[in-house]
């Protein structure tokens, strides 16, 4: 199974940014999808999240009426718009994924990709 972002680079203050999350591998089902992040000395923290289906989403404070969280089901893609960008997001974002697999579920992290803001 991998996890692999996409969408990350170097941005200016105000600007907006979408990121992607393609899941590929032998999975039965991916479930709860979410972004996290963690910014240059800092601890990892969650971002927004969101369900099988979609219908329920949250977010963290920050994230709050900037940050949209949605996803592809059927093609197992996790997106994650963000808008008013602020040197506060920069971070390494990174998806983590739910996935039913032969196994059983098993929580699955990407590698993350860079979002630096410029001020």
């Known amino acids: 199974v991998q996890l692999v972002e996409s969408g990350g680079g170097d941005v200016q203050a105000g600007d907006s940014l979408t990121l992607s999350c393609a899941v590929s591998?032998?999975?039965?089902?991916?479930?709860?999808m979410a972004w996290h992040r963690q910014g240059p000395g800092k601890e990892r923290e969650l971002v927004a999240s969101?369900?099988?289906?979609?219908?329920?989403?949250t977010y963290a404070d920050f994230a709050n009426g900037r940050f949209t969280i949605s996803r592809d089901s059927p093609k197992n893609i996790l997106f994650l718009q963000m808008s008013s960008l602020n040197a506060e997001d920069t971070a390494v974002y990174i998806c983590?994924?739910?996935?039913?697999?032969?196994?059983?579920?098993?929580?699955?992290w990407g590698q993350g990709v860079q979002v630096t803001v410029l001020s």
């Open positions: 591998g032998d999975v039965f089902a991916v479930r709860d």
């Open positions: 983590l994924a739910a996935i039913d697999r032969a196994v059983g579920m098993l929580d699955h």
């Open positions: 969101i369900n099988y289906s979609g219908s329920r989403t």
